[in-house]
């Protein structure tokens, strides 16, 4: 089987990369990680030519534009524009191989704001978008729209997997535009090393999420392709829950930060609860390993060595 990743030098392109180089060795598989500098996305010519050059069995579509909250919120037409084009290239490209099956990562946002928790796949489409991700979540529903007719008309298997909130190793640590745990790690640790007496949570910190470990999601997608699931929507989450002030006390904890939390009110919660029902892929025998207190550790530790 060959299998080619776009976003291979993303956070999840990264994780794949660790998880297979560690599951392949006993598998007849051959893989080919495109980075950006590798395939230009944002050109159709580029994306069709590797595809037509590697000629795939499976591709891995882990591109994106992504950020925070606050980086969704403030950079809105990049974020709709730059993924609709990503997205559109490569199944544009796809569409003239209709015996490539596409693993398609979307994202938990693309689920109404006021879904009942835990969110079933079905409410996909059932209601109003949190606004501070809609234009992100928006281009999310196109690919998964744009896949499910390229299915009906050209044949190819696509399998959308909705991730719940993602961290883990080579995230972005902007310390302004990247997402909640980066962020806190981030603008935490350098609090420490400057001895400040306050660290700034954002929002009330009520908002409740869950959060999965990169490498069970790469863990998770290495599952699918030895089931050989073939189509459909599939949430993948933890099932394990925390309010943001909790995460933060955590991440302090790791740390080993001694100032005083304080809720910065300025900013904005987005959803007041987002849990997935990840019954389906747990049905298939999946399950995600990493807890969340091992998970913060690696990852504080990953970004310790590689930034300080």
């Not at 997402?179 to 660290?199: A, Q």
């Not at 949430?235 to 790791?254: F, P, R, T």
Request: contains cysteine; proline residues 4%.
């Amino acid at each position: 089987m060959k299998i080619l990743i776009f976003g291979s030098d993303g956070l999840v392109g990264n994780s794949l990369r660790r998880v297979f180089e560690k599951n392949l060795h006993s598998k007849d598989y051959k893989t080919l990680f495109s980075t950006r500098k590798d395939t230009d996305l944002f050109s159709y010519d580029e994306t069709f030519d590797t595809i037509k050059n590697f000629q795939p069995n499976v591709l891995i579509n882990a591109a994106a534009k992504v950020g925070g909250i606050l980086a969704n919120d403030t950079q809105r037409t990049d974020f709709i524009i730059d993924n609709v084009k990503i997205n559109l290239n490569i199944l544009d490209a796809v569409r003239n191989f209709p015996d490539i099956k596409v693993i398609n990562l979307g994202s938990s946002c693309i689920y109404p704001l006021n879904s009942p928790n835990p969110i079933k796949e079905d409410f996909i489409m059932s209601g109003k978008l949190e606004v501070t991700n809609s234009p992100y979540a928006m281009a999310k529903l196109m690919a998964i729209e744009m896949g499910d007719a390229i299915n009906k008309e050209n044949g190819n298997k696509i399998i959308n997997l909705m991730p719940t909130n993602l961290y883990g190793p080579n995230d972005n640590f902007d310390p302004l535009n990247s997402h909640v745990i980066p962020g806190i790690i981030s603008r935490m640790y350098t609090s420490k090393i400057n001895s400040e007496d306050e660290f700034k949570v954002w929002g009330s910190g009520s908002a409740l999420r869950e959060f999965l470990y990169v490498d069970d999601l790469a863990e998770c997608i290495f599952f699918l392709l030895e089931k050989e699931v073939d189509a459909g929507l599939l949430n993948i989450g933890s099932g394990e829950e925390v309010s943001i002030y909790q995460l933060a006390k955590k991440i302090k904890n790791i740390i080993g930060y001694e100032g005083q939390l304080v809720k910065d009110l300025s900013k904005p919660d987005g959803n007041d609860r987002k849990l997935l029902d990840s019954s389906k892929i747990l049905n298939l025998g999946w399950k995600a390993k990493t807890s969340l207190d091992s998970g913060l550790e690696l990852t504080f530790n990953w970004y310790k060595n590689t930034f300080n």
